[in-house]
């Protein structure tokens, strides 16, 4: 196997190697002893270190490693990136969070609004309660929703059952409310949003995520719609506009999976605007490349899409 993924190299094998050593009582030693891998190597992979000083660690050791202690490998063609959209998602949520308010995620689909989120709940399980705006579901099953997120009563009315939802994140000794796929906020979600607004003010951040949502809530303002007109003035400030140009991305993404071919980046550059769409080519196009052992090409490209 090779071309591991940054998540296998830090953080999968590493947790694996914790397990057998938990299950076994044992120390790295007895690693070193069933890999063959030299100590100094184990010790790097264990931390979830990738680089020996400047070196990056070859897939070789973490697959020795890996056989050693019976952790199966999966093949991957697609990984984590550090696209400049997460790295502006992940800093919005980090400014909320150390100042306690309200910030807003603005962009087009497919830029990674709701893969951040995701991942910032996994990071921090007991603090971050994430929760959609769906677009068939009303208001009482939004408020539902967001209680069984929490563990909260929900049975009751909308209203009582939204005040044991502010009263279970007060309690919490630290939360953190993501409210995305805002653009589906219909007329009677609103209040809602309002309502924890004003409530969780100071005590509990709260950002939304959502496709042009900064100018439904000032275009509706603007109407004078009740409800908008205080939401948008709650978010009159905070706003992140994700970049709808991934062109530097697509770059990056393309070195980091060995597609070297410039024809092949500036195919992608052409066609691609989000990352789904690019996550779906590139994948169909490395398990192509891997059965024929053949380079990808833009006519490899243009045959698998017929683009």
């Known amino acids: 196997m090779t071309k591991l993924t940054q998540i296998q190299r830090t953080k999968e094998i590493p947790e694996a190697m ?14 070193v002893r069933l890999s063959g891998v030299n100590k100094a190597t184990v010790n790097l992979i264990g931390r979830g270190i990738e680089y020996n000083g400047s070196t990056l660690i070859a897939d070789k050791y973490y697959e020795k490693i890996a056989h ?26 980090e400014n909320a969070r150390k100042n306690k308010e309200r910030r807003g995620i603005d962009g087009d689909t497919g830029l990674g609004k709701s893969y951040a989120a995701q991942a910032y709940k996994m990071k921090y399980p007991k603090i971050v309660t ?9 208001t009482k099953e939004f408020v539902i929703s967001l209680a069984e997120q929490l563990n909260a009563p929900t049975i009751g009315t909308k209203n009582r059952i939204l005040k044991e939802v502010v009263k279970k994140l007060k309690d919490k000794e630290e939360a953190f409310l993501i409210i995305d796929e805002f653009e589906n ?23 939304v995520l959502g496709i042009d949502v900064e100018k439904m809530l000032s275009k509706n303002a603007a109407k004078r719609k009740q409800g908008f007109i205080q ?63 053949e380079p990808i090409t833009t006519e490899l490209l243009t045959e698998l899409f017929e683009i």
Do not use: M
């Open 231 to 293: 939401v948008n003035r709650r978010w009159s400030f905070g706003w992140t506009f994700f970049n709808p140009d991934i062109s530097e991305d697509i770059q990056k993404i393309c070195d980091t999976v060995g597609i070297e071919s410039k024809n092949v980046v500036n195919w992608l550059n052409a066609r691609v605007r989000d990352f789904d769409s690019l996550k779906n080519i590139i994948t169909a196009a490395l398990i192509e490349s891997e059965k024929s052992n």
């Open 130 to 138: 994430l929760v959609k705006c769906d677009e068939v579901a009303n």
């Open 68 to 93: 050693a202690i019976g952790y199966k490998l999966e093949k991957a063609y697609w990984q984590h990136f550090n696209t400049f959209n997460f790295k502006q998602a992940i800093l919005t949520f």
């Open 185 to 207: 906020s219909k007329k009677g979600i609103i209040p809602v949003i309002k309502y924890l607004a004003d409530e969780l003010e100071g005590v509990v951040p709260v950002v």
């Open 18 to 31: 914790q397990r057998f050593l938990d299950e076994r009582g044992v120390k790295q030693p007895e690693i």
